[in-house]
């Protein structure tokens, strides 16, 4: 008669992965809930700061229930590298809404491109970011702030879909290099 060996080593390893599975799932899902740059209010002075959660430590207390929240940086910091950390109760209490990608993602969204008047939909932020017009007329990157002036700057600025920011852009810096024409009368050519 064979032994069950097999089939007790089979079983204990589909309950190990299945386990694994759960666990790695809640570790996943905390690491990216929790990764990126917030801006939230310091209790301390009760200013603007961006911050960044520990997204790892965050992760690999998840499987236990509740992930253990605590800052990995703060633009306060090194100075007030000591603090309670009392902001980490803002992202506890609601980590989508204080996401920076999240606030200027809901700011353009059904907004129109100063230039080009465009509507803005869906952000692709690693392929084209969209840029500003600022007061003064200039076409200002997003990587030209800190991350805990973005109320104020959307405050003052208006959006400018990626196409008009490169056009624009290059329009101003280099306006020995561009012919403007007026638009033809009647319909536009047809592609035929």
């Known amino acids: 008669m064979p032994t069950p060996f097999p089939f007790v080593l089979g079983v204990a390893v589909l309950v190990g992965l299945g386990v694994l599975y759960v ?3 809640r570790l996943g899902t905390a690491f990216l809930k929790y990764r990126g740059t917030r801006v939230v209010v310091c209790p301390e002075n009760r200013e603007m700061v961006a911050v960044t959660v520990d997204a790892g430590h965050a992760a690999f207390t998840a499987p236990q229930g509740r992930p253990d929240l ?6 306060r910091w090194p100075e007030k590298a ?3 950390q009392e902001c980490l109760g803002q992202i506890a209490s609601a980590p989508e809404a204080c996401l920076l990608r999240n606030i200027l993602d809901d700011w353009y969204q059904g907004r129109s491109c100063a230039f080009c008047r465009r509507s803005f939909h869906a952000l692709r932020w690693h392929e084209h970011q969209p840029g500003l017009l600022a007061p003064d007329g200039g076409i200002v990157a997003w990587d030209g702030f800190r991350a805990e002036q973005v109320v104020d700057v959307l405050a003052t600025h208006e959006p400018v879909c990626w196409d008009c920011r490169v056009a624009e852009s290059f329009r101003r810096e280099h306006p020995e290099l ?3 024409r007026a638009p033809r009368p009647g319909p536009p050519p047809s592609m035929a």
């Open 70 to 75: 605590r800052l990995e940086s703060c633009t």
């Open 23 to 25: 666990f790695g799932r």
């Open 82 to 84: 000591g603090c309670g």
């Open 178 to 180: 561009v012919t403007d």
